[in-house]
């Protein structure tokens, strides 16, 4: 009994400590709302005006076996040049590989600062025929209907961001700002195709010059409004990193003859076990710092038990990786997923396979590479049988910038000043983009829009019916100019 005592005593005492805790770390508070925009409304419209003109060129991408739309790509690159005429006063300019640019603006002074860059791409993805109904504007027209909305291909992935860079620019030279140290644009043109001719090729351009910059920032997160289940406030998610991916093929052959007197296996068995053996040895879920992070910067308004689980997270880290992995896009940011996409084998059904093969797409959490998945996949499935290879290319994860470094610090600072006070928190983007070729060339690495993002603006995305409206556009072109100004501005109009 006297034990059954302290039990219950050390039991109590621990709660009490839960508790306090939890308290202590994470008092409950309401959730918060977006700062209302203040922008001179003929200035965005005439914004939005420069964007729509962008739209107009149609600069897809559509593969490397067909050539860039040359008319097109250039007629975009005149159309900045002339737009845009205080800020190539003070711009250097170079055309890269054709169609990218890369802008250099110089220290007026020099401090001995890292440079920085701002990076977008101008090409866009093409506007399939059966989607084109549900356009309520064509969406290479440029048109900015009634209520001030911006309708065309591009106007979020990525001619918003590029021209918003532009105007940012164009702003201030024209109020005779001069940078305290070099601000490099980097506008890609083959984004869509994996950037190996824009970013790529700029990237090691910069390697050569022997240029590092201190940070740069990218398209591939946003903030984040009713994306999040149990999340009211908008998040400002600031991306650290990108997951890689590859695809392994896992085949077997074999003799064939008639299925009337098959051996206890055929080839089709054999492939079709490799797949199923690593669907069912997923990689581990882990609940990491930067998601920890996130759950923390939430935290304030979820109910009391959220947030007693998320203050202990010493004793509730494995339950808590576990209800967080119910949501598989929750899933994927906490490990490298595995996806048993495609099976082929025989040719008939009395026939027994000579041949099978099973495919299985893995997206790689920067803790992971390529090799280790080929390692891991080669483990479990164990059968000499079956042979393990990777299919086209594998693609690394990138490294993962720094949460507390300079670039991290001076985008988050800008998103409270322009945006309020809301959450924000680090994050890892799961698709490819351009950002990934510069993470040799630059101490941090951040993918963030300054847009807010809904359940609808994901859909657009690539998707039908894109498009911005001119406050939204404003406040992107207000948020760039604050981050020079914030980054490269020390006592300059
Ligand atoms: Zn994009």
Do not use: C
């Not at 001995?112 to 969406?139: F, Y």
């Not at 990525?158 to 105007?167: A, F």
């Not at 890689?244 to 055929?266: R, W």
Request: aromatic content about 8%.
């Amino acid at each position: 009994m006297r034990i059954l005592g302290y039990l219950v005593v050390g039991l109590l005492g621990l709660i009490i400590f839960m508790v306090a805790n939890t308290v202590a770390w994470l008092p409950a508070g309401e959730a918060k709302s977006l700062r209302p925009a203040t922008y001179d409304t003929t200035d965005a419209r005439r914004m939005a005006e420069n964007l729509a003109g962008a739209v107009r060129f149609q600069t897809v991408s559509y593969s490397y076996e067909q050539a860039p739309d040359d008319v097109a790509f250039k007629g975009f690159q005149d159309y900045l040049v002339k737009t845009y005429p205080n800020a190539h006063a003070v711009l250097e300019r170079e055309v890269v590989s054709d169609y990218s640019l890369m802008y250099r603006w110089p220290a007026g002074a020099d401090t001995g600062k890292k440079p920085i860059a701002l990076a977008a791409h101008m090409d866009v993805v093409p506007v399939p025929e059966r989607g084109l109904a549900d356009w309520p504007q064509p969406p290479f027209a440029g048109v900015i209907d009634g209520e001030g909305i911006l309708w065309g291909r591009g106007t979020l992935d990525d001619k918003g961001l590029l021209i918003s860079i532009m105007e940012a620019a164009e702003k201030l030279a024209r109020a005779g700002f001069s940078p305290d140290r070099d601000i490099y644009f980097l506008f890609g043109h083959d984004e869509e195709l994996g950037g190996n001719k824009g970013a790529a090729v700029m990237a090691k351009m910069l390697q050569e010059r022997g240029v590092r910059l201190s940070w740069l920032m990218d398209e591939g997160s946003a903030i984040a409004a009713g994306v999040i289940p149990g999340v009211k406030s908008p998040v400002a998610l600031i991306s650290l990193g990108e997951k890689g991916s590859v695809t392994l093929k896992f085949s077997a052959n074999d003799d064939g003859g008639h299925s009337s007197a098959p051996k206890d296996y055929t080839a089709a068995s054999l492939a079709a076990k490799a797949g199923v053996a690593v669907t069912e040895n997923q990689y581990p879920l882990v609940l990491d710092e930067h998601l920890e992070s996130f759950l923390k910067a939430v935290a304030p308004e979820q109910p009391f038990l959220n947030r007693f689980m998320i203050a202990n997270l010493w004793a509730t880290r494995g339950v808590l990786a576990g209800e967080l992995a119910k949501s598989p896009t929750v899933a994927a940011f906490m490990h490298t997923t595995t996806a048993f996409t495609m099976m082929e084998a025989g040719t008939k059904s009395n026939i027994l396979p000579q041949y099978g093969e099973a495919v299985v797409n893995y997206r790689i959490h920067p803790r992971d590479t390529v090799e280790g998945v080929v390692a891991r996949a080669t483990e479990i499935i164990a059968d000499d049988r079956v042979m393990v290879e990777v299919m086209g290319e594998g693609r690394e994860a990138t490294s993962l910038s720094s949460p507390v470094g300079e670039g991290y610090q001076t985008i988050a600072g800008t998103v409270q000043a322009e945006f309020g006070d809301i959450p924000i928190a680090p994050t890892l983007t799961v698709q490819g983009t351009d950002a990934r070729h510069y993470d040799g060339v630059a101490d941090g690495v951040y993918r963030f829009m300054p847009l807010v993002v809904g359940k609808d603006t994901l859909k657009q995305i690539h998707g039908t019916a894109e498009h911005i409206s001119i406050e939204a556009l404003a406040r992107q072109v207000s948020f760039y100019e604050a981050l020079m100004r914030a980054s490269a501005g020390s006592g300059t109009p």
